[in-house]
Every structure is written in C-alpha cells, then in structure tokens.
C-alpha cells in the first residue's frame, strides 16, 4: 500500500461500494482455463453457498480448495480450484474468491450464472481496479498502468506500464510535490504571522526550490510523447510517386506479403497497413497511394487519401525511384514537410540494384536525411533494411530506450494536461516571487500547483475523474 485510502480518495471522492460483483477475469473462448474472480464483503459465502465443501464459508485466505461448484438445483456445473484472498490483504482490498473453471465459454458462463444467482452483481468496466484505487491499494496512476499493461503491444509499452505500475509515475510526481511542500510551509507560514511582519522563508531559497520543481516538471511534461508512442505506436507512412516501389519496401519492412506489388503505376489505391516491432516500439506503415495528378477519380482519391495519412503520421518514408530521382516539384514538398517539426521525414532512393556501379547523387540532398536501398534485395536478405531500421527509431528519438528497463518513466495525456497546469503555476509563484508579491499570491499559485500534481495520483479525485479513468477498462479487471 502506497498511501491510506483516504488520502488516496481525497474528501470529495465517493466511498468504496459495499456490494458484492463478479465477472470472467480471462478472455471469452476455447481455452484450457478460465477465471472468474468474486470480489465484496460476501464474497466468500456467495462462492461457498454453490460449493461441494461446506468448509469454504470459514477459509482462511492464501488458502485454495478443490471441489464441485453447484447451481442453485444442486446439479453440478464444473469441477473447480477456489482461491481465497482475505481483504484487506488482496488485489482489491475486500474479500476476493478467484474461481479457476475448465476453459471452454459455456462452462465459465455458467460459472458465472451460478454466482449472479448466488447474489453477485455484473462487475462493470474496471470495477475490480476501481476498488483498489478507492481501498488504498493502487492511486490513480498505478490504476491507469494495468490498463495500459493489459494493452501494451510492444517492450517499451510493456515497459513502460510496469514502471509505472511499480510507481514510477507517481514517485517521480511525488518527489516533485516534496520539492514544493517546504516552500508552502514556509510560506503558509508567514501568511499566519503577516500581522507580526515575520519573514520565515528565505526568498533566494524559495526561488531555487520553484526552479528546481520548474526543471522536473518540465522533464515529465516531455516524457508524454515517448508515452504515446509506446502505448499507440508509430505511424509511419510510405509515400511517394507512382511505381517507386513503396509496397515492396512495406513488404520487406514487415515480413508479410501485405501489400501488391505490380511493374503497372498506380496499383495502389488505398492505405495498406502492416506493423513491425523495431528498437522495442510497435511501428505501423501504412502503404499509401502513389502522389500524382491523375484525371482517375478512384486513384485522385486514393491519393487525396495519402495526402491525409502523411498529415497524421509521425514519420513520412518519401521513396524515390533512384533510376529516376526527384523532379522540383517533389523538392518543394518536401522542403514544405521539413517545416513542419512534428513529421520527421526520410527519404529512401530505392531500386539502387537498377543503377550502374557510378550511381548517381542522393537526389534527396537538401531536403531530408537520405538513404540509398534496394527493397527487391531486401526481400531476401533483411539486413539491407538495418539502416533504415535503426533511422526510423532516431526519427522518433527512441534510440537506446528498449535497454531503459523497466525504470522508464512515461507519462499518458491525461497526467501531461495536469502536470502542465501544476509547471504554468509554478512558474507564476516564481514570476510573482520576482516581483515581489504578497505570500497569500504565491499560496495561491502553490495550492494549484499542489491540486493539479494531487489529479494525477489521485490524492484529489471528482467522480469525473474516476468515470473517465475507469470507463476505459475492460470488464474483469
């Protein structure tokens, strides 16, 4: 436990619900197991009313029993394993049974009706979490990491999820709010004594402690991309004139036969998607329509479409046919792209097995990094790619971090727009310490500061913070 339940709840939030839920805690099909998890102040008796062994009602926890679980009729559904888990020592803080049943869905879904008769409720969506975060067993941003676990799809998600499930997230916010909390002493302080003209607080002293909270926050703000990208992945779109050979790249990129290759121009017509695992990110390419005017409605769509899928992406692969190289009017749109900070782009001369042993010069040169390739040859041997590989993870600067371990700190979007707002106060309290202001001014702006870091771990909480947290849970965790 990381805190008492009641600090972690904060005066506003709402008590834990006293009822008794229940609900499929693995995935729905053919499976050798399957689990379904009670959870509530009767939990036990529920379970125990429906079992084989009478003994169940009066389990210890920690303990597991083997028997028959039997519907209301007495006619028996399954044979099971019950684990027992008394609260508050248990996942949720309450009592918990886990029941473990033969996998097949008819027989977990008549488990679960067995229960729902028994007197359990239907759990809804993140339930289960919900009711650790609010019994003291989780804050908030250790909640939103099992989430974020649950759907991770590559290392660094992974990662990323179990650092902020062991507390990353919410120790680095904590170390920050430590930073802040001999300021608001001394400050809150001086407001108590301000008929007495005392000065308790050293002000050159107050203003290295905001600077200090100012440089951590500003470090954890710019954690929240590297977060999205582990959670989301990379978009990566291949763009490019017709017949440059972006299906064949999207192909060897991947490992898959996703996309049609064809010699005819303009054979791709709409995005093909595929994705890879590179430097520990999931990366998703999506193979677009050749950049062209074109009187063919479907294929100005087509591109139309490309054009929109670059304007999303987080990496734009520009191939060129190297045989051909770029005209002017592709500079200039790559040279408008190079404006834009937030699309990195690459530009890749590929068919280099088509040019004689002089080549030619990176067509490329003044407009974005270039690299030379075949992806013909790299269809049969991927190590032609390594380059490629090793430019799209420096794209996104993520070079290096698949060996973080699990130390990464990666905040989510909605701990960035708190912990924004708590870096905008802290710097008004410096800028109103420089000026002079009154200590009430600067309580004021540390008190915001304080809130807006309390949002994130869930030492303040609103029912609509919980809702939108929570909602995105799936049922039975």
Known sequence: MRDSPDRLRGSDAPPADRTTIAALATARGTAALAVVRASGPDAVPIVASRFSNAELAEAAGRTVWVGWLR????????????????????????????????????????????????????????????????????????????????????????????????????????????????????VELELDFGEEDVAFADRSQLADLLADADRELS????????????????????????????????????????????????????????????????????????????????????????????????????????????????????????????????????????????????????????????????????????ALRRSLVAAVRAEGLDAAGAGLVAVNERHRRHLGAALQAVRRAAEGLGRGDGGDTLALDLRAAFHELGLVTGAVTTEHVLDAVFSQFCIGK
């Open 71 to 186: 519907d209301g009729r007495g006619v028996a559904v399954d044979q099971v394993v019950c684990t027992v888990w008394r609260g508050p020592h248990s996942s949720t803080g309450e009592d918990v049974v886990e029941v473990t049943c033969h996998g097949g869905d008819a027989v977990a879904q008549s488990v679960l009706r067995v229960l729902y008769d028994a007197g359990a409720h239907p759990a809804q969506a993140g339930e289960f979490t919900q009711r650790a975060f609010l019994n003291g067993k989780l804050d908030l941003a250790q909640a939103e990491a099992v989430a974020d676990l649950i759907s991770s799809e590559s290392r660094l998600g992974l990662r990323a999820a179990v650092s902020a499930l062991r507390g990353g997230v919410s120790d680095a916010v904590e170390a920050v709010r430590q930073s802040l909390v001999q300021t608001a002493a001394l």
């Open 219 to 386: 470090a954890l703000v710019g954690t929240a991309r590297l977060g999205a990208l582990a959670r989301d992945g990379v978009a990566v779109v291949l763009g490019g004139r017709p017949n440059a050979g972006k299906s064949t790249l999207l192909n060897a990129l991947t490992g898959q036969d996703r996309a049609i290759v064809s010699p005819t121009p303009g054979t791709t017509r709409d995005a093909v998607e595929a994705e890879a695992e590179l430097g520990g990110l999931r990366f998703r390419f999506t193979d677009t329509a050749g950049l062209r005017d074109t009187a063919d409605a479907i294929e100005a769509e087509g591109t139309r479409r490309a054009r929109a899928a670059i304007d999303a992406a987080d990496v734009l692969v520009y191939v060129v046919d190297a045989t051909v190289g770029l005209d002017d009017e592709e500079r200039a749109f790559l040279d408008g792209l190079a404006r834009r900070r937030e699309l990195a782009v690459l530009v890749v001369e590929n068919k280099a097995d088509l040019l004689d042993s002089g080549g030619r010069r990176p067509s490329g040169e003044g407009a974005a990094a270039v690299l030379r390739l075949s992806a013909r040859d790299a269809l049969a041997d991927s190590a032609a790619l390594d």
